[in-house]
């Protein structure tokens, strides 16, 4: 099955329609669509625009005839051959000539209403942009620079629809920009993100629009989105739905769900939202992206990878929990199912140096038993060293860029036990500067982390630990303590 055919199969069997923001039975679901049903009842004066000379006669009587609230009229003019393009001219002349805000409100809501009434008139604007000569995208673009939110969103959704429901692609340039607002505008607080996002649902569809996005680096925002929406006291059920399934559109195309965790840590961030929701609808969307980020991958190494870090984010402990329960939903069942066997699988393979592995790259370290383990680290300190010292090297930047005091400690803890157990270990940390690091840890305002970085600074000091894991740390032949012992001997 394609990746346009399953994403088509989830919208069918979710009975989302095609524009993902269009209100039931005229009863808004949300403030976009609220304000929508508002403006439909609010039709402007158009002959007042005439007498102004705003614009000339036949575009007020052509506007007047078209503006009938009569869907059976506006079918007969967009489809009569010499009316369908003047149609489009009128309307692309209003929004540039007029600046009332009201009556621009009006006439991209009235542009969009007709689309949604048959997406194939999509193609009028293209045909008129052949015509007459003009950009339709740099002249609709222009107006997401105003500053009515409603207005600049209403846009937004017109040039989805024309990216979208036409055969033409939206040119590469006109595209990007596009999505750098899109991106722009999830950052800052508006209150139509959810409009955005649907947007974005819509756009996703299409494997080329899903590339420009990833390479614009847009997943950054979603997950920082997502991330940031877990220490906020109100609920953002809504919106992590929204996102998440931005995400999941992104993740059917294979180069995306191969580098999505490495380049992102999508999956610890999705699981802290599994664990914190109640809202069946984000669960189902988790479990679904969790599952292309095993499914699309080809390479058995980034499925392995991902498999390993949803075990250690403990999404098989809900997996395990949710299959005990009545699901009536098939597409969730089969998606628990295949993570299932997935995670099943693995487990019987996975080493504790793979664990150890994928919780250092996920930069979230906890006091699991491999950190305490003295098997461990005889048996595993020199594989640190693998691919020129890459966990050294990450060990000593989580040093660096983390404030999280645990992971501090851990990081300690584990830079000692790899001096202690491989010989040449004190030689590496040297070369790799990282001392001055961990020296600095000394003056930190935790306890627990002052603590670990003395053990770690005393370790670094002792040459002959075979000689001195003999001796009773408490008590020496000498009568000397183990610390001072260790303070000593350099």
Request: charged residues 25%; neutral net charge.
């Amino acid at each position: 099955m394609s990746n346009e055919q399953s994403v088509t199969q989830f919208l069918q069997f979710r009975q989302q329609p095609e524009d993902l923001d269009v209100a039931r039975n005229n009863e808004a679901i949300n403030e976009f669509q609220a304000k929508t049903i508002e403006l439909r009842k609010q039709r402007p004066q158009w002959i007042t625009y005439y007498q102004s000379q705003m614009i000339d006669k036949e575009i007020y009587e052509f506007i007047n005839r078209f503006d009938c609230n009569n869907p059976a009229e506006r079918e007969r003019i967009l489809t009569h051959p010499s009316e369908k393009l003047e149609c489009i001219k009128t309307l692309m002349t209003i929004i540039q000539k007029v600046s009332k805000l009201s009556t621009l409100q009006y006439t991209v809501t009235l542009i969009d209403d007709f689309l949604i009434e048959n997406k194939n008139r999509v193609d009028l604007f293209h045909q008129y942009s052949r015509k007459y000569k003009e950009n339709i995208y740099q002249t609709l673009a222009k107006m997401l620079y105003l500053q009515d939110e409603y207005l600049v969103h209403q846009v937004a959704r017109i040039l989805t629809k024309l990216a979208c429901w036409s055969g033409e692609r939206m040119p590469e340039k006109e595209f990007k920009d596009l999505i750098q607002w899109f991106i722009e505008r999830l950052i800052e607080k508006n209150p139509f993100k959810e409009t955005l996002c649907r947007c974005l649902q819509m756009m996703f569809r299409i494997d080329l629009y899903r590339m420009v996005f990833y390479k614009m680096d847009g997943v950054k925002q979603f997950v920082k989105y997502l991330d940031a929406s877990l220490g906020t006291a109100n609920s953002k059920d809504q919106m992590q739905y929204q996102v998440t399934c931005c995400l999941w559109l992104l993740t059917f195309n294979e180069h995306i769900a191969t580098r999505i965790q490495a380049g992102y840590k999508l999956i610890p961030v999705l699981a802290d939202i599994l664990n914190a929701t109640e809202k069946e609808k984000v669960k189902r969307i988790i479990f679904a992206t969790f599952r292309n980020l095993l499914e699309k991958p080809s390479d058995s190494d980034v499925m392995k990878e991902n498999c390993l870090c949803m075990l250690q984010c403990k999404v098989k402990k809900l997996i395990d929990l949710l299959l005990q329960s009545n699901i009536e939903d098939p597409d969730l069942s089969d998606d628990l199912g295949f993570l299932n066997s997935k995670l099943e699988t693995l487990v019987m393979d996975v080493t504790s140096f793979d664990e150890y592995t994928l919780e250092l790259t996920s930069n979230r370290l906890n006091w699991s038993p491999c950190h305490k383990s003295d098997k461990f680290w005889r048996e595993n300190a020199q594989r640190l060293n693998e691919n020129n010292f890459y966990l050294v090297k990450k060990l000593i930047d989580i040093l660096k860029q983390s404030n999280s005091p645990q992971t501090l400690e851990i990081a300690l803890n584990d830079i000692g036990e790899y001096v202690r157990y491989y010989s040449r270990g004190k030689n590496v940390i040297e070369q790799l500067d990282a001392k001055t690091t961990i020296m600095s840890m000394l003056t930190h305002e935790d306890t627990n982390v002052k603590h670990q970085a003395l053990l770690c600074v005393q370790k670094l000091m002792v040459h002959h630990w075979e000689y001195l894991t003999k001796l009773d740390l408490n008590e020496t032949p000498g009568g000397q303590s183990g610390a001072s012992i260790i303070g000593t001997k350099a």
